[in-house]
């Protein structure tokens, strides 16, 4: 099984941040099936891991979870079974 997230994960995503008032948005690396996202700041400041923990709670549910790269705002989506 691969460890993707698809364009309508992303869209639930950014409005359960949007839902939440959180001023970033997710965007997908490489297409609108992607293993990757990037984390993007459209306002105000926000806790980047509490960002991180909404994320994974979503994500929860589909056996998927995301971790920072060396650059904060660069996540990989891996399985939870790794």
């Known amino acids: 099984m691969a460890n993707v997230v698809h364009f309508n994960m992303i869209v639930e995503l950014n409005q ?22 990037e984390l993007k700041q459209n306002g105000k400041s926000y ?20 971790i920072c790269d060396d650059d904060f705002h660069m996540l990989n989506v891996i399985s939870k079974f790794e």
């Open 16 to 37: 359960l941040l949007k839902s939440k008032g959180i001023e970033y948005s997710l965007h997908s690396v490489g297409g609108c099936t992607c293993c990757g996202l």
């Open 47 to 66: 806790p980047e891991e509490e960002i991180i923990q909404i994320i994974n709670e979503y994500l929860d549910t589909k056996w998927l979870k995301v």
